[in-house]
T-cell receptor, first 115, second 113 residues
Framework: SQTIHQWPATLVQPVGSPLSLECTVE??????LYWYRQAAGRGLQLLFY??????ISSEVPQNLSASRPQDRQFILSSKKLLLSDSGFYLC??????????????FGPGTRLTVT | QKEVEQDPGPLSVPEGAIVSLNCTYS??????FMWYRQYSRKGPELLMY????GNKEDGRFTAQVDKSSKYISLFIRDSQPSDSATYLC?????????????FGTGTRLQVTL
């Protein structure tokens, strides 16, 4: 069965510090990968998605970036965090094409607090 | 106007009640409809998945899609305290090889003993 991991689970960082969140998927090959942010009362906002190694599409312009160095690894980064970057960050995977690409499965999330 | 509207609740029901959760949407291109359950401080869990219009049943859960009215529902029969969670609807249009889901803001459900 497929498993998705995210770390760290919680993070408290000062404004202006760098960020690196990691997501890995087990038990599947060639997944689509996604990064979402969930803010209180605002639902899930898609930040980035990737259909393959090195292929990143950005949905929202901001000071975050994403990379996919390996097939089942997705990294979310920032060079300088802002207070507004606080939130619950969720990684998700789906199949590559067809109906399976619409079923997205989420990881446990990382709760980021920028102070 | 948001593409997907969902009443945030909270919705409080007694154990054993039938629960109805709903979303409306404005984008007629949406073809795939999902319901997720999210417990506090956890990632969302995919509950139900429906393509186009019609009903789909899985145990105590029934998902219903009415594309003519742009309205989707999730019914929970014989609700249990363990059903207490936030329920998120999500939907997607066909977008090449990656699906971009648009989420509702979630309805918080509390099932009381």
């Amino acid at each position: 069965s497929q498993t998705i991991h995210q770390w760290p689970a919680t993070l408290v960082q000062p404004v202006g510090s760098p960020l690196s969140l990691e997501c890995t998927v087990e038990g599947t090959s060639n997944p689509n990968l996604y990064w979402y942010r969930q803010a209180a009362g605002r639902g899930l906002q898609l930040l980035f998605y990737s259909v393959g190694i090195g292929q990143i599409s950005s949905e929202v312009p901001q000071n975050l970036s994403a990379s996919r160095p390996q097939d089942r690894q997705f990294i979310l980064s920032s060079k300088k965090l802002l207070l507004s970057d606080s939130g619950f960050y969720l990684c998700a995977w789906s199949g590559r094409a067809g109906p399976s690409s619409y079923e997205q499965y989420f990881g446990p999330g990382t709760r980021l607090t920028v102070t | 106007q948001k593409e997907v509207e969902q009443d945030p609740g909270p919705l409080s029901v007694p154990e054993g009640a039938i629960v109805s959760l709903n979303c409306t949407y404005s984008n007629s291109a949406f073809q795939y409809f999902m319901w997720y359950r999210q417990y506090s401080r956890k990632g969302p869990e995919l509950l139900m998945y429906t393509y186009s219009s019609g009903n789909k049943e899985d145990g105590r859960f029934t998902a219903q899609v009415d594309k003519s009215s742009k309205y989707i529902s999730l019914f929970i029969r014989d609700s249990q305290p363990s059903d207490s969670a936030t329920y998120l609807c999500a939907m997607s249009a066909l977008t090449g090889t990656a699906s971009k889901l648009t989420f509702g803001t979630g309805t918080r459900l509390q099932v009381t003993l």
